[in-house]
């Protein structure tokens, strides 16, 4: 036997899911929904929510913020955790909804990690951008039942306003049941 | 009251971005019009590839490559990550790369290993087929591509071939007329 010839360690054990109000579930392949919702459109921004995928947990969409004369020199920042105070963290972009059951959600909370909570959940996980670009995923849990989703987006450091804009969630909640199941947990 | 930073003088404004051309994207204050097709490139008990999210523009076509391990995994392994490969001078892509293309109908292609074109060159002679953002990690990827020049009307095949996973070339044919009918609806917004 070589000196190399170790035996091969086995595999280390899989890491923990993360709870499904904080992120779409990995064993479901979502289903696209054709929507997009224009939230602003002046003439220095565009601000637009697009890219749906439906799970039957939630559902997931891009907040996209383009400017057209004035360059974004500041984050989106929402990579960062939100403030463990719940005041606004400096004009960093943040997002909301309003459930058709009347229930809200804001990025601004922050959701516990252990304990299933009795309120949706908005986060916003996954951004990036250069130029006069921005991008942000966002999460919402539960998927909402079947009516109209409100949708509202602030960002002080881009000089946008808390804006409101509405959703199909019919399409949503017709859209999750095309979502289709990987591996059972 | 500090000295040595404050010294230096502020910086200029950066210069606004260069547009795109048409090969590297769309085009600024552009949204695609959604294709109403899905196709399902591998299905096999181990693992899942989707081309999904189609957007069509008129001057190309965006879509996503959805991987997908049917089981719990830990692999991290990107199997649509060819250009770390690529820069090694020469080397045919390992059998754990998932080989991408697009077959026009008019005999054109364009395909995931091809190196892209010099940034500044504007008129590429052949299609080309770039990925543009994407993320995934543990058995799951999700990869945005942009297509250039949107193919014409007529079955547009997109192939793949995987040798690590068993997947011997396989071509899907989807409807070019419906490519078209959505890249007419595509928005632009940039004169509002």
């Known amino acids: 036997m070589g000196f190399f010839d170790a035996p091969a360690p086995s595999p280390p054990p899989l890491p923990p899911l993360p709870p499904p109000w904080l992120f779409p579930p990995d064993n479901v392949l979502g289903a696209f929904v054709p929507l997009r919702t224009v939230?602003?459109?002046?003439?220095?921004?565009?601000?637009?929510?697009?890219?749906?995928?439906?799970?039957p947990t939630g559902f997931?969409?891009?907040?996209?913020v383009q400017a057209?004369?004035?360059?974004?020199?500041?984050?989106?920042?929402?990579?960062?955790?939100?403030?463990?105070?719940?005041?606004?963290?400096?004009?960093?972009?943040?997002?909301?909804?309003?459930?058709?059951?009347?229930?809200?959600?804001?990025?601004?909370?922050?959701?516990a990690l252990e304990d299933e909570p009795n309120a949706p959940v908005v986060s916003a996980y996954r951004g990036g951008g250069d130029g006069n670009e921005r991008h942000q995923r966002c999460w919402v849990w539960p998927l909402p039942s079947d009516g109209p989703v409100r949708l509202v987006v602030e960002w002080p450091a881009a000089r946008?306003?808390?804006?409101?804009?509405?959703?199909?969630?019919?399409?949503?909640h017709t859209a999750a049941e095309r979502s289709e199941l990987l591996w059972e947990r | 009251m500090g000295t040595f930073f404050d010294s230096f003088p502020s910086p200029d404004p950066l210069p606004p971005p260069r547009p795109l051309l048409p090969w590297q994207g769309p085009a600024e204050l552009t949204f695609g019009g959604f294709v109403p097709l899905r196709a399902v490139l591998v299905d096999t008990e181990s693992v899942l590839v989707v081309v999904d999210r189609l957007l069509a523009h008129p001057t190309g076509l965006e879509f996503t490559v959805l991987v997908a391990r049917r089981h719990a995994s830990d692999d991290l392994a990107d199997p649509l990550d060819w250009g770390q490969h690529r820069g090694n001078g020469g080397l045919d892509p390992p059998a754990e790369v998932l080989r991408l293309g697009i077959a026009y109908v008019d005999g054109r292609k364009a395909s995931s290993l091809a190196r892209p074109p010099h940034w500044e060159e504007e008129n590429p002679k052949d299609p080309v087929l770039v990925m543009r953002s994407g993320h995934g990690s543990r058995g799951r990827w999700e990869k945005q591509y942009w297509l250039w020049p949107l193919p014409p009307e007529g079955p547009t095949g997109f192939v793949v071939h995987w040798p690590a996973e068993g997947v011997d070339e396989w071509r899907v044919d989807v409807d070019g007329a419906a490519?078209?009918?959505?890249?007419?609806?595509?928005?632009?917004?940039?004169?509002?």
């Open chain 1, 39 to 55: 939230l602003i459109r002046s003439s220095s921004l565009l601000v637009v929510a697009e890219r749906f995928v439906a799970y």
């Open chain 1, 60 to 64: 997931e969409f891009t907040v996209r």
């Open chain 1, 68 to 111: 057209r004369e004035a360059m974004i020199t500041e984050p989106m920042a929402a990579d960062a955790p939100p403030p463990t105070t719940g005041e606004p963290d400096g004009g960093a972009f943040r997002v909301g909804v309003v459930l058709p059951d009347g229930s809200r959600a804001s990025s601004q909370s922050r959701p």
């Open chain 1, 160 to 172: 946008v306003k808390e804006t409101w804009g509405e959703l199909d969630g019919a399409a949503i």
């Open chain 2, 179 to 192: 490519i078209h009918a959505a890249a007419d609806q595509a928005l632009a917004l940039g004169d509002g």
